[in-house]
């Protein structure tokens, strides 16, 4: 009888451990990019020393001009297709073509006909069309811009966020905090977290906002594809309350369970 009834005990304690594992494993389950104690940040030092690389889907604006400053492609108009259409890598945007950059890294361009870009820096994106036309022209220059470069905001408020397009190219991350709407009520401006897609790997940076102190590094200009985390507070009394009202049905099933358990004839 005294056996049976601590088995019974058991088994009610060993569910009731389980329901309390289980709700817990809910809450602040809306937090992303975790990192653990001791993670190695990279340093905001030489955040600076990365410059932005060329990628497929880039939109492109390109300006050439000769060596005293007169421009030399008035229209660009690009090369027709075989229908007598428009090349469909050239977008006009703000009275402005825009080329894209294919998948296979390769950019369109009139005369100098495919060139690869990708994995390019601006600067030398440049000097190699400088480069490309020197054929054609007598010292040319070459003004290249990518336009559609975005950064990926989440202000710290579940269900919240935004795509931010870079209009400039020193946007700092004051500005796309800014431009975004500033950081939600639940978000913890202690931990800032941008994450930057290298040729390393991902880099994860992090920074204090929270005091006047963190201003400098708030300056930092962000580059294209760029994630600005803003890790939000737990909402712990309503998380936790929203977690146990499952388990407060359960323990009354265990109850009942146990009542009629005990009340139960040998």
Request: charged share 20%; aromatic share 8%; with cysteine.
């Amino acid at each position: 009888m005294r056996q049976k009834r601590f088995a019974e005990f058991k088994l009610l304690g060993v569910m009731l451990m389980a329901g309390l594992f289980l709700s817990g494993c809910t809450i602040n389950r809306d937090i992303m990019f975790k990192t653990g104690d001791g993670y190695d940040f990279a340093s905001l030092e030489d955040i600076g020393s990365s410059e932005y690389r060329i990628a497929p889907n880039d939109l492109i604006t390109f300006q050439l001009f000769s060596n005293e400053g007169e421009r030399l492609n008035q229209l660009t108009a690009g090369s027709a297709d075989r229908k007598g259409g428009m090349n469909q890598n050239m977008m006009n945007q703000q009275n402005q073509i825009a080329y894209l950059v294919r998948q296979d890294g390769i950019l369109e361009l009139p005369e100098v006909g495919d060139i690869r870009l990708e994995g390019l820096t601006i600067e030398a994106a440049e000097e190699l069309l400088e480069e490309a036309y020197s054929s054609y022209y007598n010292r040319p220059y070459v003004v290249i811009r990518v336009t559609n470069k975005r950064v990926l905001m989440f202000p710290g408020e579940s269900g919240r966020a935004l795509v931010i397009t870079l209009e400039n190219m020193n946007t700092s991350l004051l500005e796309v905090m800014a431009l975004a709407g500033g950081i939600g009520s639940r978000a913890n401006a202690s931990k800032v977290k941008l994450i930057r897609r290298t040729e390393e790997g991902n880099k994860v940076y992090q920074m204090d906002l929270s005091t006047v102190e963190g201003l400098s590094d708030a300056q930092l200009v962000v580059q294209a594809n760029d994630i600005i985390y803003v890790e939000p507070l737990p909402q712990l009394a309503r998380e936790l309350g929203e977690s146990l009202s499952p388990l407060t049905a359960l323990l009354s099933t265990f109850t009942f369970l146990y009542a009629f358990i005990i009340n139960t004839p040998n």
